[in-house]
């Protein structure tokens, strides 16, 4: 089925370690985004990259980095985990060729959590 | 990009038509009204999206007045399985190239509980 992909689901890290968060999409779309979900909270954007070899900082982008590695990849790293890190990652895609704001898609998440 | 308001939360019971009002006072002349929603441990999915007047299709409805300045997102006849959390978004995407992006900031949203 077309969407976009993110592994893992689940993930416990120790403070300090580092991992990458993996997410593809198979819709052909342009841009491609990372937020993350405090709970109770709405989603705030850590980085996006708008085409293949682009990325930009988001809202909350410390302690982030991300690779856009070809048109279907975008990955986000974290270097040194923290606890203030916890939380429900979601990656996202949309065409900027369409007007508006409905050609985003969501991935299911990757919980994470930092002790 | 607009900032926009919606109440924290709204409670309703199954089979009640619910309004949920969003502000947007600084909405630009390009951008679109889009609604998402969301379920627990779920992304956020495409609801509705409108420009002006009122929109429907299957789901929802979306009436936005002539300034533009609010819009409300009508559930018809709601049941419990759309108790969830319903986010309102002003932006727009260039639609105009492959360089372009829509940087779309989601506020705290609208949590809705429906009751039997």
């Known amino acids: 089925n077309a969407g976009v992909t993110q592994t893992p689901k689940f993930q416990v890290l120790k403070t300090g370690q580092s991992m990458t968060l993996q997410c593809a999409q198979d819709m052909n779309h342009n841009s491609m985004y990372w937020y993350r979900q405090d709970p109770g909270m709405g989603l705030r954007l850590i980085y996006y990259s708008a085409s293949e070899g682009t990325t930009d900082k988001g809202e909350v982008p410390n302690g982030y980095n991300v690779s856009r590695l070809n048109k279907r990849e975008f990955s986000l790293r974290l270097e040194s985990a923290a606890p203030s890190q916890t939380s429900v990652y979601f990656c996202?895609?949309?065409?900027?060729?369409?007007?508006?704001?409905?050609?985003?898609?969501f991935g299911s998440g990757t919980r994470l959590t930092v002790v | 990009l607009a900032k926009t308001t919606q109440p924290i939360s709204m409670d309703s019971y199954e089979g009640q038509e619910v309004n949920i009002t969003c502000s947007h006072n600084n909405i630009a002349t390009n951008d679109y009204i889009t609604w998402y929603q969301q379920f627990p441990s779920q992304g956020p999915r495409f609801i509705i999206q409108?420009?002006?007047t009122k929109v429907t299709n299957e789901v929802a409805s979306l009436f936005i007045p002539a300034d533009r300045k609010s819009s409300t997102l009508s559930l018809p006849r709601v049941s419990l399985s759309d108790t969830a959390v319903y986010y309102c978004l002003v932006g727009s995407s260039s639609g105009s190239g492959y360089s372009s992006a829509s940087k779309i900031i989601f506020g705290s949203g609208t949590r809705l509980s429906i009751r039997p």
């Open positions: 996202a895609s949309s065409d900027p060729r369409v007007e508006g704001n409905y050609g985003y898609t």
């Open positions: 409108g420009y002006k």
